[in-house]
Every structure is written in structure tokens, then in C-alpha cells.
């Protein structure tokens, strides 16, 4: 399983653009495209809770998980 960021179609949703966002929650609009694109390897809580409250959203709708494999070749212990 992989964890999928949904900040595209929060953004979109919410009609808000990138830059926007990047200037309401005090992280880079680098950081912000890691993010985006699901390169993150971590996310800091005060950043999640920043993103959800420009948002409106809950961390369930930013975040979602999916099946396939995890970034990076990653394998869950089992």
C-alpha cells in the first residue's frame, strides 16, 4: 500500500492555486510541490495541521491510502 497526497484536488476544489496556499501556511512552494507530487518522506504535524486548516479539510482527504507499491521499493514487514 502507498499513501497518495490529494493536494491537487483539494487545491483545485477549493480554487486555490499553489502560490496561495504556500503563503497561508508558511512553506515553501518547493516543499509544498514534494508534497504534491508524493516525493515527501515526512510530514510534520504543525505542516498538516496548517494544510487542513487553509483547506478546510481533514487529514483523511489530504492523505488517502492506495494499493500498490510504496515509494521508493519500500517493503512492509510481514
Known amino acids: 500500500m502507498a499513501i ?5 484536488r483539494l487545491l483545485l476544489d477549493r ?3 499553489l502560490t ?3 503563503d497561508r501556511v508558511g512553506v515553501t512552494i518547493a516543499n509544498l510541490s514534494v ?3 508524493g516525493k ?3 510530514v510534520r504535524f504543525s505542516t498538516l495541521d496548517a ?3 487553509e483547506l478546510n479539510c481533514q ?3 489530504l492523505m488517502v491510502q492506495a494499493p500498490g507499491p510504496q515509494p521508493g521499493g519500500e517493503q512492509g514487514e510481514g
Open 51 to 53: 494544510l487542513c486548516r
Open 59 to 61: 487529514p483523511g482527504e
Open 4 to 8: 497518495v497526497v490529494q493536494l491537487d
Open 40 to 42: 515527501a518522506r515526512a
Open 20 to 22: 496561495e496556499l504556500s
Open 15 to 17: 480554487r486555490m492555486s
Open 35 to 37: 508534497l504534491k507530487t
